[in-house]
C-alpha cells in the first residue's frame, strides 16, 4: 500500500515538471513574439522618420540655394551700379512687399532687402525658407 502511494507521487511530480516547463516555453514564445513585433514597429518608425528628415533636409538645401542666387543678383546689381531688376533700388531685388512677383525658380522664389551695406536675401523653396546676409564693403 504504500509503495503504491509513493508511485502515485511520483508520476503527480512528474506531470507538474512538465506543465512546468510547458507554461515556461509558452511564456518564453510570447515574449520572444513581443519583441520581434516591437522591433518591426520601431524599423517602421525609424524608416518613416529618417525618409522624412532627408526631405526636409533637400528642401532646406533648395532654400539656401535661392537665397544664395538673391545675393549673387543683390551683388551683382552693386557691382554694376544698375538696377538689374527695376524695383526702384540698386542692391535690393524685388524689395516691394509683394512676394507674387519674385524672381521665381522651379519650386522656388527670393527676394533681397538692404540696409546701408547690409544685404538679406530671403530664398524660400516650397515651405522652407533660408537667410543669408552679406556686408559689401
Ligand atoms: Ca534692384
Known sequence: MVTTKTRNLRRSTVRTQRATRRGVAM???VVAVLVLGALV???AVTTALASRAYLGH???????????????LAVREVMQAADLD????IGT?????????DPSL????????????????????????RVTEVTVE
Do not use: K, R
Open 27 to 29: 511564456l518564453a514564445f
Open 41 to 43: 514597429v520601431w524599423q
Open 58 to 72: 533637400y528642401l532646406s538645401g533648395g532654400a539656401l540655394y535661392a537665397s544664395e542666387s538673391g545675393i549673387e
Open 86 to 89: 527695376g524695383d526702384g533700388a
Open 93 to 101: 531685388i524685388s524689395n516691394d512687399g509683394n512676394d507674387g512677383n
Open 106 to 129: 522651379l519650386n522656388g522664389s527670393f527676394h533681397v532687402t538692404a540696409s546701408g551695406t547690409d544685404y538679406v536675401s530671403y530664398g524660400a523653396w516650397q515651405q522652407h525658407v
